[in-house]
Structure formats: structure tokens, C-alpha cells
């Protein structure tokens, strides 16, 4: 790499072919926005579209919105633009409910497609909510069910034996960033005949990701962090196709039903993907998620992985050389492969030291006990800012400024 310094990353900049995208996004001024993996920033057609879905389809056309505005349509509308960003077949992916309702969802099919076997494997390091679906569907199911939780990713094919019906793996792990080989284990998961269940909440518009290539069996993940739908907007589920016409979930609202409107008093499952819906979907919500996916269209998305990757070399180089000896340690996989598009740090006083940073309109976030968490979106997110974010970071930590008691009340969201 070329000597970094502020001018060098600037010329870098002015020729990345994504940087047109960051006009797309309203984001204030003074910020440097590292946290687009846990809230994504406003995409400048969603003020829009959804003040237009407020005005006009629902204060305007009131109920014939339904089908005068498609609100009908829009959890398959939505799932078929974020089939596109994950390598899913057609039909395969729905827009709804929550990633964790999803993940019970997709979990109860999966067992059912696995009668005989009793254990779901993940990782201990995973997403605490993805381990209490596990638990509280096991609970419900009494079938004795079982959570195998694997240390670390090099332990799972001792975790695979006759017993295990579902490997359940986030795909990017929300702490460190670690990026799973999703073809290799859902390939070692498939020998020892258990399906594959993957949470993409930190890959879909981080990375690249190739579902049906990798052969995949189920999917969820989330609407608000890099596909910047919006504050808990509407979460996805993908169900392969070869298991759609066996899968059942057992959310069966009227939403899953073959005719929802005969208002047959038997449930009958629809077919297909829309299978995996429950009720009626936050048309407001939805909207928004709708019109963020529409950025997608125009990405590249393996020019979307060259500057990821790019971002986070150089602010690991850039923390590991000019913080160095401040007390700070690489919590992310160094090699890029591995890695997702973010980057923690730990640091024993992360949470004040986060406080700090952001005050100084650094945004990251902080994951308990000791993580600095950041965020790197390559949609809006400049080289320059990297460069200005470690001096922050530099200044803080040289000066100890984050040691003031307003840095230390902790927020009831960190
Ligand atoms: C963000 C995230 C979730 C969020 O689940 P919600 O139901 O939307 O609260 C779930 N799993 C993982 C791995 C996440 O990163």
C-alpha cells in the first residue's frame, strides 16, 4: 500500500466509482457515520416515498390502497430486490416480521424437515437472539431439542455428527466481524446430513453473498442495517426452493394462507415463499425498506467488496500505527478474506472512549465488555473519513479525554 496520509486517501476518493451513491443518503453534517451495521442512515428517496405513501396512498386512497398501491404486493416486492443482493433464486425470499420471528420461523421448518435428529449447532459467539429463539422454540416443541454451541468456527466439524438436523450460523459474527465460509460449511453441514440455516444480518449489502451458488437451505436477516430501511424495518426470510413445497412454519397467520380473503375458518398454506408470511405487513415500514432497496439496483457489488475491504485495511493500518501503544487491540480478523466490513477494537475503557468519539461525531458503537465496534458502508463512507476518524480516535486516547464522568452513564442502548 502507498503511504497513507490524508491527501493520498482524499485522491483515493475522488476516484472511487462509488462515490457518487453517497448523495443518496441524507447524513448530517460533522458526522462520520461508522455504525450503518447496526442503524443504516436515510436514503433521500425514502423521505420521499414514504411521505407520498402517508399523503396520498393512505391519507388519499385510504383502504383501495391495498391493491390501488400494491401495499399487497410489497413483502414479495421487497424479498425479490433483496433476493438479487443475496444470490437467491426468484420467489425464494419475503420481506417481514422481525429477523428473530423469522429465525423461529425458519428454524421450527427446518426441524420438521429433520424428525429423526435433535441438535442445532451454532456458535457461542453468535447473536444472543438467534440462541434464544433456539431456546424458546425447543422449549415449546419438547421434543428434546438441543443447542450445541461450537467455541469456534474450527470446531464445527467435531460438532457435526448423525444427531444434528440444523447448523444455525450468522454469516458475518456481529462482534468480530468474522466472515464463515458459507459454501464450506453448508457443504460439511450437508455431509453430515443436517441443513443449513444462515443469518445474514451482516452480510446482505455488506458482502457479496451467494445463497443458491453455496446451497444453502434457509435464510433471515435485517432490514435496518446495511440495506437502510430504517428503524426496525421489516426483516427477510429465504427458503431454498427445492424445500418449499415441504416446509411449514408454524406462525400460520392469514397472511401464509392460500386465500387469505375466503376467510375460511381452516388454515390452508398458500404456496411458495409467501408460506413464510404471517400477518399484515407495516405498509409504512415496508415502504421505506422498499424504496432503500432500490439504491441496490445501480451497485456493484464486488466493487462494493474492493472498497470495503480497502476501508477497513486502512483503518486497521491506520489505528495499529498511529495508536499504537494506547492500549488497543484488534478484535477482527486481520486477514481481509475473513472479514466482513467491519472492524472492532478492544480497549479496556471502550465503553467511555466510545462516548467520547462520538461526541466528537465519530459514530461506532460499543459491544460489552470491551468491544469498539465499526461500521464500514462503502456506499457512503469516504476514505477521508477514516483517515478522520483515527485522529479522532488518536486524540482522544492520547489525551485520556474520554475519562470525564459524562463518558461513563451509560445509555440504556450502546
Ligand atoms: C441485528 C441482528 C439481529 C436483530 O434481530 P431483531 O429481531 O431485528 O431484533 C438478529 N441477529 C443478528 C445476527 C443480528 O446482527
Not at 65 to 81: E, F, Q, Y
Not at 267 to 284: H, N, S
Not at 339 to 359: D, K
Not at 397 to 409: G, I, K, S, V, Y
Request: hydrophobic letters at 45%.
Amino acid at each position: 500500500m502507498t503511504a497513507l496520509d490524508r491527501d493520498a486517501l482524499a485522491a483515493r476518493d475522488a476516484a472511487d466509482p462509488l462515490a457518487r451513491f453517497r448523495n443518496d443518503f441524507e447524513l448530517p453534517d460533522g458526522v462520520i457515520y461508522l455504525d450503518g451495521n447496526s442503524l443504516g442512515p436515510l436514503p433521500r428517496v425514502v423521505r420521499e416515498r414514504v411521505a407520498a405513501c402517508v399523503t396520498e396512498e393512505w391519507g388519499t386512497g385510504l383502504i383501495r390502497s391495498w391493491n390501488s398501491a400494491g401495499w399487497i404486493d410489497l413483502p414479495t416486492k421487497a424479498g425479490g430486490k433483496i433476493s438479487a443482493l443475496i444470490g437467491a433464486e426468484p420467489e425464494s425470499v419475503v420481506a417481514t416480521d422481525s429477523t428473530s420471528v423469522n429465525l423461529f420461523k425458519v428454524l421450527a421448518a427446518a426441524l420438521a424437515l429433520r424428525p429423526d435428529r435433535k441438535v442445532i449447532v451454532s456458535e457461542k459467539s453468535n447473536f444472543p437472539t438467534d440462541l434464544y429463539m433456539v431456546e424458546g422454540l425447543t422449549e415449546l416443541f419438547g421434543k428434546g431439542h438441543e443447542l450445541r454451541l461450537i467455541e469456534d468456527p474450527s470446531k464445527l466439524p467435531e460438532a457435526l455428527g448423525k444427531d444434528v438436523a440444523a447448523v444455525m450460523l450468522t454469516h458475518v459474527n456481529y462482534r468480530s466481524g468474522y466472515m464463515h465460509d458459507m459454501a464450506a460449511v453448508t457443504k460439511s453441514g450437508h455431509e453430515a446430513g443436517a441443513l443449513a440455516i444462515w443469518d445474514l444480518a451482516h452480510s446482505a449489502g455488506a458482502v457479496p453473498v451467494d445463497l443458491a451458488g453455496a446451497g444453502a437451505d434457509f435464510a433471515v436477516g435485517c432490514g435496518y442495517k446495511y440495506l437502510n430501511g430504517g428503524p426496525g424495518a421489516p426483516a427477510f426470510a429465504y427458503v431454498a426452493p427445492r424445500h418449499q413445497e415441504a416446509a411449514r412454519q408454524p406462525l400460520t397467520g392469514w397472511f401464509s394462507h392460500k386465500a387469505p380473503f375466503a376467510f375460511d375458518h381452516r388454515f390452508e398454506a398458500t404456496d411458495g415463499i409467501k408460506r413464510f408470511l404471517c400477518g399484515t405487513p407495516p405498509v409504512l415500514a415496508m415502504t421505506a425498506l422498499d424504496a432503500a432497496l432500490d439504491l441496490w439496483s445501480e451497485v456493484d457489488m464486488a466493487a462494493l467488496r474492493e472498497k470495503s475491504v480497502a476501508l477497513t485495511e486502512c483503518f486497521i493500518e491506520l489505528v495499529e500505527s498511529r495508536c499504537a501503544g494506547l492500549g488497543l487491540t484488534l478484535a477482527s480478523p486481520r486477514e481481509a478474506a475473513q472479514r466482513g466490513s467491519q472492524v472492532s477494537f478492544a480497549h479496556e475503557s471502550g465503553y467511555p472512549v466510545m462516548q467520547a468519539l462520538i461526541a466528537r461525531g465519530v459514530i461506532g458503537d460499543f459491544r460489552a465488555p470491551d468491544l469498539l465496534r465499526f461500521g464500514f458502508t462503502p456506499l457512503y463512507t469516504r476514505f477521508a473519513d477514516v483517515w478522520d476518524a483515527v485522529t479522532h480516535l488518536e486524540d482522544i486516547l492520547r489525551t485520556r479525554c474520554w475519562d470525564r464522568p459524562e463518558f461513563h452513564a451509560r445509555a440504556a442502548v450502546t
